[in-house]
C-alpha cells in the first residue's frame, strides 16, 4: 500500500486528519486526537497519546507490508487489531461527523 492508499483508507472508516495526521478522537471531543496514524516517508507509525499529551509508538510497519483486510475492516500488518475497542471508536467517530 501508499501513503495515499492508507490515507484513502483512512478518511473512509471514520478517522479525520488532525494535526496533519489520520486520527482517532473521543466523539465528544472531535478536535482531541487520541490514536493516529503518523505517516512517514518509508513507514507508517500507529501512536496512542498518552494522558500526559505525549505520543507512544505502539507499532510501526513499512508500506509494502500493509495489506487491506476485509471491506470496511482494519489494515492488516500495522497491529490495529491489538487496540482494544478500535472497531468501536472508528464506529462513534463516523457516527460523529454524520450527526455533527
Do not use: C
Not at 493516529?36 to 505525549?54: D, F, I, M
Not at 482494544?84 to 460523529?96: E, T
Request: glycine share 10%; aromatic share 4%; proline share 5%.
Amino acid at each position: 500500500m501508499t501513503k495515499d492508499d492508507i490515507t484513502a483508507w483512512a478518511l473512509s472508516a471514520g478517522w479525520r486528519i488532525v494535526g496533519g495526521h489520520p486520527s482517532l478522537s473521543k466523539p465528544q471531543k472531535l478536535d482531541d486526537a487520541i490514536i493516529r496514524l503518523n505517516l512517514k516517508a518509508t513507514v507508517v507509525q500507529v501512536e496512542v497519546r498518552k494522558p500526559s499529551g505525549k505520543w507512544e509508538k505502539i507499532s510501526t510497519a513499512n508500506y509494502p507490508s500493509i495489506t487491506a483486510g476485509e471491506e470496511g475492516g482494519l489494515l492488516l500488518g500495522l497491529g490495529l487489531e491489538r487496540i482494544p475497542s478500535l472497531g468501536r471508536l472508528m464506529q462513534d467517530n463516523r457516527d460523529a461527523m454524520v450527526f455533527r
